[in-house]
C-alpha cells in the first residue's frame, strides 16, 4: 500500500490537532496520561469528554454518516485514534460500544437496530457491554449455558456472566445465550441479544483486580425478558456474530492506539533511565532496546492490518497474530519499568507504572488467551491439524 497521506487526509489530521488543541482539557496533552482513583468519577468525565468529540464527529469516523459518522476509510480511522493518543486525550469511555458493538450492529444488525442504537453510542448517552464470559465458557466460548427461552413477544434469558469490564456502568450487554436445543456442534443454537441493563433480573457484583480498581463484574441473569426485537442476527447464528465482534477486540483501532500510548510509555522510561543512571546498565539498556523493536514489530502488524482493511477484507485471524505482539510488547515494556524505576533501581514501583505494570498481566488473558491465540494461528493461518 501507499503509506503516504494523502493531501485530504493530512487536512483532516490538521483540522483534529486545531480542534485538541481548544478543547482538549489541561491536564491533558503531554506526559503521561493522568487517571482518576475514582472509577465512577472517571466515568463521568469520559462521557462528558466522549459527548464533547462525538458533537465534532470525532468518535467512529468510519461509521455511515446516516449513524453519526464520516463515512472514512481505514486510514481516516487510524490517523484520528493515533492523534488522540499522540494528545494524551481521555481513552473513550464507550470503547466496548465503538469498537465492538457499531461494527457487530453494522456486520448483522437490522436497519431499525442500527438508527436506534449508534448514535447514543457515538455521544456516550448509553454505554455497552459484552456479556460473552462465564465462569465455565471463557477460551471455551462456545460452552456457554446462560439460556434464552422463546417467551411470547421476546425471550427470557437466565443465567451467570463473568468478567464483564464497566457491566456497573452499562445501559446495554451485548449477550450470547443458547436459544436452541442441544446439538452435536456446540457453536449453533446460540444467538446475540441485547440486553437492557436496567431490566428487572440484571444483578451486577464489581470484582476488584489486583490494580485495585473494580474494572469488571459478574453479571446474574434472573429470567430477564429481551424482547424479539433486540435480537440481533438470525436466531440460534450468534456465533458468527460473536465472531465478527472477536475479531474486532483482537485487532483493529485498539492496536493503533496503544502503539502511540506506548511510544510515550518508552520514552518516559527511557528519559527516567538516563536520569537516574539506569541505562548504564546493559540489561536494562537490553530490555528497554527489546521494547523499541517490539514496538516496531507492532506498528508494522499494525500497517499489515490497514491494508487489509483498505483491501475491504476483515480482520480476520490475523488479528490473533496482533494481539500476541500487542502482550508481549506491553508486558515486556511493563517488566522494563521494574527494572528502570521499581526494584531493580533499588526503589519501589509506585502510580502509573505500578498500575500498568499490574494491568499488563491482564493482556495475556482479556479478549482470548495467548494460548489461544497461538491455536488460531496454528489452525487457520499455518493449517496445521487441529491435534
Ligand atoms: C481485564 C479483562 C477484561 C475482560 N472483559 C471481559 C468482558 O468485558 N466481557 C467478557 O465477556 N469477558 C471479558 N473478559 C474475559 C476473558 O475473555 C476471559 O478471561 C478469557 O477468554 C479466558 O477465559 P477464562 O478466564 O475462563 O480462562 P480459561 O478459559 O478457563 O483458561 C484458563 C487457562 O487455560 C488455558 N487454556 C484454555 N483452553 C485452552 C486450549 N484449548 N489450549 C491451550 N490452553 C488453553 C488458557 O490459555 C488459560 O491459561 C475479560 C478478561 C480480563 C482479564
Redesign the pocket.
Known amino acids: 500500500m501507499d503509506l503516504d497521506l494523502t493531501c485530504e487526509q493530512e487536512a483532516l489530521r490538521s483540522e483534529l490537532r486545531d480542534w485538541l488543541a481548544a478543547h482538549l482539557p489541561a491536564e491533558y496533552g503531554s506526559g503521561l496520561p493522568p487517571r482518576l482513583a475514582d472509577l465512577s468519577k472517571a466515568v463521568e468525565l469520559g462521557r462528558r469528554w466522549q459527548a464533547k468529540l462525538a458533537e465534532a464527529r470525532w468518535v467512529a469516523v468510519t461509521w455511515p454518516v446516516e449513524y453519526g459518522g464520516r463515512g472514512l476509510g481505514a486510514v481516516e480511522h487510524f490517523l484520528v485514534a493515533e492523534e488522540l493518543a499522540r494528545y494524551r486525550a481521555p481513552e473513550l469511555v464507550g470503547r ?1 460500544g465503538i469498537n465492538l458493538v457499531g461494527p457487530t450492529l453494522l456486520a448483522h444488525g437490522s436497519e431499525e437496530q442500527r438508527r436506534r442504537w449508534m448514535p447514543p453510542i457515538l455521544s456516550a448517552e448509553e454505554l455497552w ?13 462456545a460452552s456457554l449455558s446462560t439460556r434464552a427461552e422463546e417467551v411470547e413477544g421476546g425471550f427470557l434469558v437466565t443465567g451467570r ?7 456497573q456502568f452499562a445501559d446495554w450487554g451485548l449477550c450470547l445465550a443458547r436459544t436452541g436445543p442441544g446439538s452435536p456442534r456446540r457453536h449453533d443454537g446460540i444467538s446475540a441479544l441485547a440486553v437492557d441493563m436496567h431490566a428487572a433480573g440484571v444483578q451486577i457484583h464489581p470484582l476488584v ?1 489486583i490494580t485495585g480498581d473494580a ?2 463484574n459478574e453479571v446474574i441473569l434472573e429470567e430477564v425478558f429481551v424482547p424479539a426485537s433486540n435480537l440481533i442476527g438470525t436466531c440460534g447464528q450468534g456465533w458468527a456474530v460473536a465472531s465478527s465482534t472477536l475479531a474486532h477486540e483482537r485487532g483493529t483501532a485498539f492496536p493503533f492506539k496503544e502503539a502511540v500510548v506506548h511510544e510515550g510509555y518508552l520514552t518516559s522510561l527511557y528519559r527516567q533511565a538516563q536520569a537516574n543512571g539506569a541505562l548504564e546498565d546493559p540489561v536494562v539498556a537490553d530490555a528497554l532496546a527489546q521494547s523499541y523493536i517490539e514496538l516496531g514489530l507492532l506498528r508494522l502488524e499494525n500497517l499489515r492490518t490497514l491494508s487489509r482493511l483498505e483491501r475491504g477484507e476483515d480482520p480476520g485471524p490475523d488479528s490473533s497474530r496482533v494481539k500476541l505482539i500487542w502482550t508481549s510488547m506491553t508486558q515486556q515494556l511493563s517488566d522494563a519499568a521494574l527494572l528502570v524505576c521499581g526494584p531493580g533501581s533499588g526503589s519501589s514501583l509506585s502510580g502509573t507504572w505500578q498500575r500498568q505494570w499490574l ?1 499488563s498481566r ?1 493482556a ?9 491465540q ?2 488460531i494461528i496454528a489452525n487457520r493461518i499455518l493449517g496445521l491439524p487441529r491435534h
Open positions: 466496548i457491554c459484552q456479556l460473552f464470559s462465564e465462569p465455565d465458557a471463557g477460551s471455551d466460548l456472566k463473568v468478567w464483564t469490564s464497566y457491566a483486580q474494572e469488571f494491568w491482564a495475556s488473558i482479556a479478549g482470548g488467551t495467548s494460548e489461544i497461538r491455536d
